[in-house]
C-alpha cells in the first residue's frame, strides 16, 4: 500500500540501510545500543523499511551505523531518497 499526502510518497521501499546493515550482522538493536543520541527501535526499523525519516533523524541511523561498524558510511550510502 502506497501512502501519499500532498503528492508526497512516504513509503519508498527497502532501502540500501537494510542491505548493510545484513552484510555487517548488525541489527536494529546494535543500533539502538551504538548510538549516542536518542535513536528509537522504531526510527531504525522505519529507515529500513523506507518509509521516510526526517533530515534529524537519518543522521542519527547514519551516526549509530558508523559507530557500530567502525566504517564511514554517508546518507547517499543509506537512503536512496
Request: aromatic share 8%; glycine share 14%.
Given at each position: 500500500m502506497v501512502t501519499k499526502t500532498n503528492n508526497f510518497e512516504r513509503n519508498l521501499g527497502p532501502q540500501p540501510v537494510a542491505v548493510i546493515m545484513g552484510q555487517l550482522n548488525l541489527s536494529?538493536?546494535?543500533?539502538?545500543?551504538?548510538?549516542?543520541?536518542?535513536?528509537?527501535h522504531k526510527m531504525v526499523a522505519r529507515a529500513c523499511k523506507g518509509r521516510r525519516l526526517t533530515a534529524g533523524a537519518?543522521?542519527?541511523?547514519?551516526?549509530?551505523?558508523?559507530?557500530?561498524?567502525?566504517?564511514?558510511?554517508?546518507?547517499?550510502?543509506?537512503?536512496?531518497?
Open positions: 536494529g538493536h546494535d543500533l539502538v545500543a551504538a548510538s549516542g543520541e536518542q535513536l528509537t537519518q543522521v542519527k541511523v547514519l551516526n549509530a551505523l558508523n559507530r557500530a561498524s567502525g566504517k564511514s558510511y554517508g546518507l547517499g550510502d543509506l537512503f536512496n531518497y
